[in-house]
């Protein structure tokens, strides 16, 4: 799904591809590129493999890479990452990092982020969608950048996926076992709130100093 608009005089394409590898590629192959697209901006939620990168930190991936699969890793242009950079250092609502990325076809819950941690220390965090957002613009040889707010720890258990989804609560059946899950469902829920208060925060930030850079 995506929509036109303009913000702060500036023509926007804003898509809507939900979560998951699966999703993101199906929104992408439907994006009008007859457009000019002069920077493609994808943001969302992470989850982080460092004790250092803490609920609502920014990540901004200084490479992409692929979980368990021989494919190429995606670096965005030096350009685009220098005024990231300097953006980020002038945001003071979040604290920022440059951490690689990987993308996982499935949500990595607190003992895999461990076991990963200790294989590739290299890496900041794990998500679901940054790979294929960049191989796909960089096929294309469209600047993209890539801007992730932390909505989960190397240190939080994560409740069950199916947990978080609100069918799930209709069945009285589920109620004991959602019960005892009910804490651990809050804090994601919480911690999900703050990462996108801060990605929009961030995005809101970033695109007024592209329009002052006329950019």
Known sequence: MYQFGTYLNKKI??????IGGKNIRRALRSLPLKYDISLAINIGCTGSLVPSIRIA?????????????????????KEVLAFAHSTANEF???????FPALTV???????????LHRNAPELGCVDLESYYFAQFFSKLQIPYLIIRAVSDTCEL???PVSYLSPSYWKRW?????LS???????????????????????????LCRIRNLDI
Not at 173 to 177: D, N, T, V
Request: aromatic share 10%; proline share 6%; net charge positive.
């Open 57 to 77: 930190h920014l990540n901004i991936p200084c490479q992409i890479k692929l979980y368990k699969e021989q494919a190429m890793n995606f670096i965005p242009q």
């Open 180 to 206: 005892k899950q009910l804490p651990s469902i809050l804090r994601f829920h919480l911690a999900v709130i703050q990462a996108c208060w801060i990605n929009q925060r961030f995005i809101n930030f970033l």
């Open 157 to 159: 258990s994560l409740p």
């Open 105 to 115: 076809k499935k949500v990595f819950d607190r003992e895999e982020k461990m076991a």
């Open 92 to 98: 003071n609502r979040a604290t920022s990092h440059f």
């Open 13 to 18: 394409l804003l898509v809507q591809s939900g």
């Open 173 to 177: 059946a589920h109620m004991p076992e």
